[in-house]
């Protein structure tokens, strides 16, 4: 049965396409439909190495990535595309070129003069998340899409955010607060959904034969991968204020998926500390891109993830205000992030059970904490401030950094 359905969506895909753009955009139902005029083709730079990065952007990282293989690589132009609904919408991550989701599967046109403008105009591919490069094609992997690009000329290379690629039994025989595992309260068929998603990559990379990236250290243990550390603006995100110097301190909890990254009891630790008067608890959840500095310089503690093991470009940002930052990162992945680069991750350990506890310690203890605080902005600036990054891709370019 499975294979009749897949039979009549691939079916129906392909009489999409031959379908005119602006017909599907205003014919299609609901949500399916999509501005037309909002369907831009790439434009390339007028550089030696010209750089596409797509379709995700991740917490604007995409765009970010772009700005630092040309801010610190010779002869490198760079253009940064997402796809949008109106969930990642009211986040307003910065990006060079946003398609509406609906359009980039179902507009055969444009994905026609999309993959023309690529194969045509740039030498390099930085394609997220294994999807497909220029919309979904029926009855075709975007693995073999990226082959097809590789066929025609580009450099591609693969890059993975975390869940995309993120193997949830591996994760779970290795970190015991993973939420796939016991101590976990991620849905079981979501789980069982990234576990055949993420398996099925992890097979088919090794043959691709493509280079790949990984955006955060735990994920290292992917086949071939090399870090491309996630890059924060660290100016952006500079407080002159140093934390901690309040009476009662304010602690920010901003959970990006809650299930996958934190736990109930965190809230009801908070709420427990806020009741008794030792600090004042704001949560925050869906907060545009821009006010995202304003609310972390006004805390004094961020709390980060705490099931993954892991950090990423929210615990970045919150080191780059000089805050004090708590959350859990494995040591096998401190040990990476010294090994690589040379520097101590100045996140404040803290398994999630324990979050009331370490935030007592470090009240108890505040001048040691503010001085751990400092630390924060230098850490950004050394790992995270694109340099690092565009040494990363450097080879995969071809490039050779800027004097």
Same mark, same amino acid.
């Given at each position: ?21 602006? *017909? ?13 005029? %909002? ?8 550089? %030696?190495?010209?750089? *596409? $990065?797509?379709?995700?952007? /991740? ?26 609904? &109106? %969930? ?5 991550? !910065? ?6 989701? /609906? ?23 930085? @394609? ?27 450099? $591609? ?10 193997? !949830? ?18 849905? &079981?068929?979501?789980?069982?959904? @990234? ?6 990559? =992890?097979?088919?990379?090794?043959? %691709? ?21 996630? $890059? ?10 140093? &934390?901690?110097?309040? !009476? ?7 959970? /990006? ?8 009891? =965190?809230?009801?630790? @908070? ?6 008067? +030792? ?13 995202? !500095? ?6 004094? =503690?961020?709390?980060?993830? *705490?099931? @993954? ?18 959350? +859990?990162? /494995? ?27 370490? =935030? ?7 001048? #040691? ?14 790992? +995270?401030?694109? #340099? ?7 080879? *995969? ?7």
């Amino acid at each position: 049965m499975s294979g009749v359905r897949e039979l009549l969506t691939t079916t129906a895909r392909r009489m999409l396409r031959i379908l005119p753009d602006g *017909f599907l955009a205003r014919a299609l139902p609901g949500r399916l439909g999509w501005d037309a005029g %909002a369907m831009t083709i790439v434009t390339a730079p007028q550089t %030696a190495i010209r750089l *596409f $990065v797509g379709p995700v952007n /991740s917490a604007g990282q995409g765009y970010r990535w772009a700005r630092a293989a040309e801010r610190h690589l010779v002869g490198v132009g760079a253009v940064s595309m997402m796809t949008t609904n &109106p %969930a990642r919408e009211r986040f307003d991550f !910065p990006v060079d070129v946003k398609i509406p989701e /609906s359009g980039f599967v179902f507009a055969g046109g444009w994905q026609r003069r999309q993959r023309d403008a690529l194969s045509n105009g740039f030498t390099h591919v930085l @394609l997220e998340s294994g999807q497909y490069l220029y919309g979904s094609v029926a009855g075709r992997d975007p693995l073999d899409v990226a082959a097809d690009a590789v066929a025609q000329g580009l450099q $591609v290379a693969l890059l993975w955010h975390g869940s995309d690629i993120r193997v !949830p039994s591996h994760h779970a025989d290795i970190e015991r607060d993973s939420p796939f595992g016991p101590n976990g309260n991620y849905p &079981p068929a979501a789980t069982d959904v @990234l576990e055949s998603n993420a398996s099925a990559r =992890i097979e088919g990379l090794g043959g %691709a034969g493509l280079p790949v990236f990984v955006s955060t250290p735990g994920l290292l243990d992917v086949p071939g991968a090399r870090w491309l550390p996630v $890059v924060v603006e660290v100016e952006q995100w500079r407080s002159h204020d140093d &934390p901690l110097r309040r !009476p009662v301190p304010v602690v920010a909890y901003v959970p /990006s998926n809650s299930p996958m990254k934190g736990d109930p009891s =965190i809230d009801e630790q @908070l709420v427990a500390l806020e009741a008794d008067g +030792h600090i004042v608890y704001r949560r925050l959840e869906g907060i545009p891109a821009r006010q995202m !500095p304003d609310v972390y310089r006004s805390a004094d =503690i961020v709390l980060d993830q *705490f099931r @993954l093991g892991d950090y990423g470009v929210a615990a970045c940002e919150a080191l780059a205000a000089g805050r004090v930052v708590i959350g +859990h990162v /494995s040591s096998e992945n401190r040990s990476r992030v010294r090994d690589l680069t040379g520097h101590e991750l100045p996140i404040v350990e803290s398994r999630f059970a324990d979050v009331g506890e370490t =935030i007592m310690s470090v009240l108890g203890d505040r001048e #040691a904490h503010v001085e751990a605080a400092r630390r924060g902005p230098a850490f950004v600036s050394a790992v +995270h401030d694109g #340099a690092a990054s565009a040494a990363a891709l450097a080879s *995969f370019l071809g490039a050779s950094g800027r004097a």
